[in-house]
């Protein structure tokens, strides 16, 4: 592709904006607007939405005009930072596919869909074909470091017969919306309660990291089990924005496992509470066993942003549908189209 990437950001929340100002340093991306559902931002410059230092000279529009915007200006890609669950979000996907425009987003539940929404799957993937795009869904995890990255690792493998991951993280050093997805200061009946109702949500995409993992190595897992549970303050903790008392929740931790048959193959556990060490790990038990750590651990919003933009030109390269990471050339850092 000789020209600049056109594209219109849907969502322009704090990932919405790191991506734009990260598009805008890597040069080959022409942003040509933005949709937003905050009245506060409608009709301003994307460039000032996004808190960046120059305007782009692209106007941000309303959700209810986004059809109409999009069809207009017939961008290459928009990228979708919105929302996690896939039947929320539907309805902006299809207003982007019937414009021609391909899709990518930060949707947790777009990056194995099936698990959770296969009905939808499989529209969302005849429409695509229809229209000669592709969708994808991606971000740190799930996108990269309970699926991509172990899968990546498996190369040089002969054998492998399990994997475990983990992910921990400190809740204190992560934006507001993070940390009151966790519950921090709850009680834990009431964060417990929430997560029920879906007014907290802390970790998506256990079970979507396992399913995508296993199609990628080809390994049929049979079953599936996750599950979240709040870590419990010892003492007083506090944050920049909650104050945490004993006996009140500090973060989560949560868990995915994959089986194969009766064995278990893959197990992915994730900690985010205050205080906590960051890292990042996996052990491949295996022909070679190895076990690779990155500490501190890689950091969400930044590499959620470079996910979606290192991913953009390979995924342009894919066949049109729905499709996941395991349909992409190897997602690497880019600095040319």
Request: proline share 5%; charged share 25%; with cysteine.
């Amino acid at each position: 592709m000789s020209r600049k990437i056109r594209v219109v950001i849907y969502g322009l929340g704090p990932i919405g904006s790191l991506i734009t100002k990260y598009m805008v340093k890597k040069g080959f991306f022409e942003i040509l607007g933005g949709v937003d559902i905050d009245p506060s931002k409608i009709g301003r410059d994307v460039g000032e939405v996004a808190g960046l230092e120059t305007r782009l000279d692209a106007k941000v529009v309303s959700d209810k005009d986004a059809e109409r915007f999009l069809k207009e200006v017939k961008p290459d890609v928009v990228v979708q930072s919105t929302g996690t669950y896939l039947d929320k979000i539907y309805p902006q996907i299809v207003k982007a596919v019937t414009a021609g425009s391909n899709v990518i987003s930060t949707s947790e539940t777009l990056v194995y869909p099936w698990y959770r929404y296969p009905e939808l799957s499989i529209l969302l993937d005849n429409l695509a074909k229809r229209y000669g795009v592709r969708i994808l869904g991606t971000g740190v995890n799930p996108g990269f470091i309970f699926d991509t990255l172990p899968a990546l690792l498996t190369s040089v493998h002969a054998e492998v017969r399990r994997i475990s991951m983990v992910r921990s993280m400190d809740a204190s050093k992560r934006r507001y919306s993070f940390q009151k997805k966790y519950g921090l200061s709850l009680a834990p009946e009431e964060f417990i309660e929430g997560m029920k109702k879906g007014e907290y949500t802390a970790h998506v995409g256990y079970a979507e990291s396992i399913l995508l993992l296993g199609e990628m190595l080809g390994i049929e897992i049979t079953r599936v089990e996750e599950g979240q549970e709040p870590v419990i303050a010892d003492r007083y903790m506090e944050t920049q924005y909650f104050k945490i008392q004993p006996g009140r929740v500090a973060g989560v931790h949560g868990w995915g496992r994959g089986y194969v048959g009766d064995q278990l193959f893959i197990s992915v556990d994730l900690y985010a509470s205050v205080g906590r060490e960051d890292y990042d790990e996996i052990f491949i038990d295996g022909e070679p066993s190895i076990r690779w750590r990155n500490s501190p651990g890689v950091h969400g919003d930044i590499a959620t942003a470079s996910m979606i933009i290192n991913c953009i030109p390979k995924m342009l390269k894919a066949s049109p549908g729905l499709i996941t990471m395991k349909d992409l050339i190897l997602p690497t850092f880019s600095t040319k189209i």
